[in-house]
């Protein structure tokens, strides 16, 4: 078995919605499709919540009829039968007067509110449900509500979802092609919850990992993961192969395509994904899985917005628990760092939540020195393979800088990564640089895309 995601823009128009059918059915394999909701949706959705929570009644009826009148005429294209249209504007109807029904509810709580958001993947797949049956696809709608469940510090707990879907799953054993929902699940108090924006690929991946499935394919509309950036870098290509380390950090590191939790249930179970493009289905993609093929450099990711703080220990030389006293700071702000570089007697840190900066400086000066600190600094994070037995790597990267000034280097952390800070001014010239350097430079193109 395998599970296929599709995201908000592949299903965000009825004729998108025609060619998944296409996708889904053609190989003639069981797959669970884990859908998005239609692209807007979860915006809109939320914004009704916001109005609502202000206490604008009237303005939250206004967006919901305008989300309404957008699903009204989706549902036109979507179905070419009396029949199929008619169990459509049976959908939406039933959805809309739940969503109207929660104007009244007051207070508006975050129950009503996660309850709101959880409607955009509810209607999207019931929608494209009865298009199956139209079409004379039988597909088993299974409710995401009844096997994803997140335990009281937001996680997923995958015994439940391997047990609860598993029980589901045995029952239907005629059944080849099952559609469920991304990105809602419910909460310790069996409440409706969501695995956070852009949770439907974590969905994919729990599934996964729950049914340990052939395979996970997250299709967008995009041809996989890029070497580089492509709104900065000119010359990019989508990598054809990743293993989930790196892919994790790419992720993290501004690869939005995916969600950066979604390869931890993956790799867990050892299950591969593929990213797949929608418009494309022909490509190749990018195929993450335990192993890869030999190459080292792989891709350049960037994170902006940062800020490094500089923390002197002039009286701590050879001491120790200067390290502890000075992450029990962040912690005690729920601050994450993202990156760090130590000498002697000083640390450099960076953080991309500067909310409670002023605090977090005040109390690092009770016991370090502290000079101002950097803002608007950028990582560039470059992954790979480069295990310790590697020589020249660093060479390359730090030749393609050789003009860019560098405030903070990480080497050795990871054997998938090497990270640098640099002004956010810098950050289109040091991926072009990279770029030409460790991809151009080397004819990588010529063993990317040459087929596996
Ligand atoms: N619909 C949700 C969102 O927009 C989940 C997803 O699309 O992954 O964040
Ligand atoms: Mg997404």
């Given at each position: 078995m395998q599970v296929w995601k599709f995201g908000g823009t592949s299903v965000g128009k009825p004729e998108r919605m025609h060619s998944i059918k296409n996708l889904i059915t053609e190989d003639g394999n069981r797959k669970i499709v884990v859908l998005s909701a239609l692209s807007g949706t979860t915006n809109a959705l939320i914004s009704i919540g916001e109005s609502l929570k202000s206490h604008n009644d009237a303005e939250a009826t206004q967006k919901i009829n305008e989300l309404y009148a957008h699903y009204e005429s989706f549902i036109k294209e979507l179905y070419s039968t009396e029949a199929g249209y008619a169990e459509g504007k049976a959908i939406i109807e039933k959805e809309f007067s739940f969503i109207r029904s929660l104007v009244n509810i007051k207070p508006f709580?975050?129950?009503?509110?996660k309850e709101i958001v959880a409607e955009g993947e509810l209607l999207s797949t019931q929608m494209f449900e009865a298009y199956l049956r139209e079409e004379g696809i039988s597909a088993a709608l299974l409710p995401a509500l009844d096997f994803m469940l997140i335990d009281a510090d937001n996680e997923p707990v995958l015994k439940f979802t391997e047990e609860?879907?598993?029980?589901?799953?045995?029952?239907?054993?005629?059944?080849?092609?099952?559609?469920t929902q991304g990105f809602i699940c419910r909460n310790p108090r069996g409440e409706v919850d969501n695995l956070k924006r852009g949770g439907s690929?974590?969905?994919?991946?729990?599934?996964?990992?729950?049914?340990?499935?052939?395979?996970?394919?997250?299709?967008?509309?995009?041809?996989?993961?890029?070497?580089?950036?492509?709104?900065?870098?000119?010359?990019?290509?989508?990598?054809?192969?990743?293993?989930?380390?790196?892919?994790?950090?790419?992720?993290?590191?501004?690869?939005?395509?995916?969600?950066?939790?979604?390869?931890?249930?993956?790799?867990?179970?050892?299950?591969?994904?593929?990213?797949?493009?929608?418009?494309?289905?022909?490509a190749y993609g990018t195929l993450i899985a335990d192993k890869?093929?030999?190459?080292?450099?792989?891709?350049?990711?960037?994170?902006?917005?940062?800020?490094?703080?500089?923390?002197?220990?002039?009286?701590?030389?050879?001491?120790?628990?200067?390290?502890?006293?000075?992450?029990?700071?962040?912690?005690?702000?729920?601050?994450?760092?993202?990156?760090?570089?130590?000498?002697?007697?000083?640390?450099s840190v960076t953080i991309d939540n500067d909310e409670h900066l002023e605090e977090i400086m005040a109390e690092l000066r009770q016991f370090a020195d502290l000079e101002e600190c950097d803002k608007d600094q950028t990582i560039v994070c470059i992954v790979g393979n480069f295990s310790a037995d590697k020589e020249g790597i660093a060479l390359k990267v730090l030749e393609a800088m050789k003009n860019i000034p560098i405030r903070m280097i990480c080497y050795?952390?990871?054997e998938h990564n090497i990270t640098l800070l640099i002004h956010g001014k810098n950050k289109a010239a040091a991926l072009n640089a990279l770029n030409e350097r460790c991809f151009l430079y080397e004819d990588a193109m010529k063993d990317i895309f040459s087929a596996p």
């Open positions: 709580s975050v129950k009503q509110e609860k879907l598993g029980a589901i799953l045995g029952q239907l054993t005629d059944k080849q092609i099952f559609i690929d974590y969905t994919a991946s729990l599934i996964g990992g729950a049914i340990v499935a052939e395979e996970v394919q997250i299709w967008t509309d995009i041809d996989g993961m890029h070497n580089n950036d492509p709104r900065i870098v000119k010359k990019t290509f989508p990598i054809r192969e990743l293993t989930f380390e790196e892919a994790a950090e790419l992720a993290y590191f501004g690869a939005k395509i995916l969600h950066p939790s979604t390869i931890t249930p993956a790799k867990m179970k050892g299950v591969p994904v593929r990213l797949k493009n929608t418009m494309e289905p022909a890869t093929s030999d190459r080292e450099i792989k891709a350049i990711a960037a994170k902006d917005n940062l800020t490094a703080i500089y923390i002197h220990s002039t009286r701590m030389l050879n001491a120790y628990g200067f390290l502890r006293r000075v992450f029990e700071v962040f912690e005690k702000y729920k601050t994450p760092v993202d990156m760090i570089t130590t000498s002697e007697v000083s640390v050795g952390a990871s």
